[in-house]
């Protein structure tokens, strides 16, 4: 396998992400700020955040939307009652200042998993 030597200049983010987000925020007006991380190119992912090689991320079905301790659990819960249900991380492995949220059990989806991960 070849290294990954740079960042890349591009971004992906699937459609079914994006109308998903605006969702939220309709819901949720604070998340239209600041999501925490949505596209994370294979360089980033790997060598600076420290991310398994196939993250989501890199595959443009995710994002990490800012939350604090008061607004974590609202938003976890929105998320998981979207029309179409994400994976949304739990609280025991986002911590609270984020919510995860990715929609790999799309058939679509570039990351392709017929489930989410137990918990999740
Ligand atoms: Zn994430």
Request: charged share 15%; aromatic share 10%.
């Amino acid at each position: 396998m070849d290294t990954i030597v740079t960042h890349v200049d591009y971004a992906i983010i699937r459609d079914i992400l994006s109308a998903k987000m605006d969702t939220l925020y309709g819901i949720y007006p604070y998340t239209i700020l600041p999501s925490n991380r949505v596209y994370t190119c294979p360089y980033h992912s790997e060598v600076e955040v420290g991310s398994a090689a196939n993250d989501v991320h890199i595959y443009g079905d995710a994002v990490d939307m800012h939350s604090d301790s008061t607004t974590w659990q609202g938003l976890h819960d929105a998320a998981q009652n979207l029309d179409v249900r994400p994976c949304v991380e739990p609280q025991s492995q986002s911590t609270t200042n984020h919510v995860h949220m990715d929609f790999r059990t799309v058939s679509t989806s570039f990351y392709y998993r017929s489930s989410c991960p137990s918990g999740w």
